[in-house]
Structures are given as structure tokens and as C-alpha cells.
């Protein structure tokens, strides 16, 4: 799930968080931070906590100079080409997502074929995510059967 928090000012330790974003996962959660720091200069603040237990985590922090920000954003986006040519990747829809295909194919009527498309999956994972949240799977199209062909009878004529 994602969360925004847009102009969320928090003043902690001479520095201001001007924008804020939390991430969670499954096993962890990332909170991603614009920060303007008491000597005016900005750096991004990535965190994020590894739930390791019940109530144990492992949390770390890095902080980037907005200098070094688009040379990492190109080195990130190379692994993830190379991850997906190399592993095929096993997808992993959060709750957020989740939510958003089951109110897209309830209340909007849309296929499951459609759906597979806009999210990038296959028909079967789709399926699955609906199995598991008890939603029967119908079909939207109407039957294309022939119609009842019905015989009209003539009547003969007597001569």
C-alpha cells in the first residue's frame, strides 16, 4: 500500500521532511522521504524496516545528495531490465492492488481478460486472487448460441 503525505512538515533535528511516502510489503516497509536540511540543501531519505518477528524489526536508513540521485535511478533501472530478462519474476500483488482488480471487475463489469491486460498478469493468477477472496468468476459476454430456428408450415393447397 502506498500512502502520500503531500507537505507533511515534521521538524525533527534541524531538518524538514517536505514530502513522504510509505511503501508496505509483505515482509517490510519502505518509507521514502524529501527532506530539506537546516543548511537549505535537500537529500532523499530512504528507510526501511524488515519485520523479522511479531514485534521484532530491522531497520535501516541511507540518505542521497540529490547529486547522486539520477546516476542511482540508472544503475536501478538496469537491474530491473536485467532482472526481468534473465528471472522470470513470480508477481506479487499488495493489498492495494488487490482491492483496486476486485472493485474494477465488481463494480465495473470489466473481463478478466481486460483486467490481465491493464495489470500486467495472466488470467489464471487473476483467478486466483479472486479464489481467494471467495468472488465467483462469471462471464460479461452474452452467449453467441444460434437462435431457436423455428419451421413455419405451409399449408397445402387442395386443387
Same mark, same amino acid.
Given at each position: 500500500? #502506498? ?33 530539506? %536540511?537546516a ?8 528507510? /526501511?524496516?524488515?519485520f523479522?518477528? /511479531? ?5 535501516? *536508513? ?14 536501478? +533501472? ?5 532482472? $526481468? ?5 513470480? !508477481? +506479487?500483488?499488495?493489498? &492495494?492492488?488487490?482491492k483496486?482488480?476486485? *472493485?474494477?471487475?465488481? @463494480?465495473?463489469c ?5 483486467? %490481465?491486460?491493464? &495489470?500486467?498478469c ?5 483467478k /486466483?486472487?479472486? &479464489?481467494?477472496?471467495?468472488? %465467483?468468476?462469471?462471464s @460479461?459476454? #452474452? %452467449?453467441k448460441?444460434?437462435?431457436? $430456428? !423455428? !419451421?413455419?408450415? $405451409? !399449408?397445402? $393447397?387442395?386443387?
Open positions: 500500500m #502506498i500512502y502520500q503525505g503531500i507537505s507533511l512538515l515534521r521538524h525533527t533535528l534541524m531538518q524538514e521532511i517536505l514530502k513522504s511516502e510509505i511503501i508496505n510489503t509483505e515482509k517490510s516497509r519502505y518509507n521514502l522521504e524529501l527532506i530539506k %536540511a543548511n537549505g540543501l535537500f537529500y532523499v531519505s530512504i528507510g /526501511q524496516s524488515i523479522v518477528h /511479531q514485534l521484532d524489526t530491522i531497520e535501516s *536508513n541511507i540518505r542521497i545528495r540529490p547529486s547522486d540521485l539520477d546516476e542511482i535511478i540508472q544503475i536501478l +533501472v538496469s537491474y530491473q531490465s536485467e532482472i $526481468r530478462k534473465n528471472h522470470p519474476r513470480k !508477481r +506479487v500483488f499488495t493489498d &492495494f492492488r488487490k483496486e482488480l476486485i *472493485n474494477k471487475y465488481l @463494480n465495473k470489466l473481463e478478466i481478460e481486460t483486467l %490481465a491486460v491493464q &495489470f500486467d495472466s488470467v489464471n493468477e487473476i /486466483q486472487i479472486f &479464489f481467494e477472496n471467495n468472488i %465467483a468468476v462469471t @460479461n459476454s #452474452i %452467449a448460441d444460434k437462435p431457436v $430456428r !423455428r !419451421r413455419f408450415w $405451409r !399449408r397445402k $393447397r387442395s386443387e
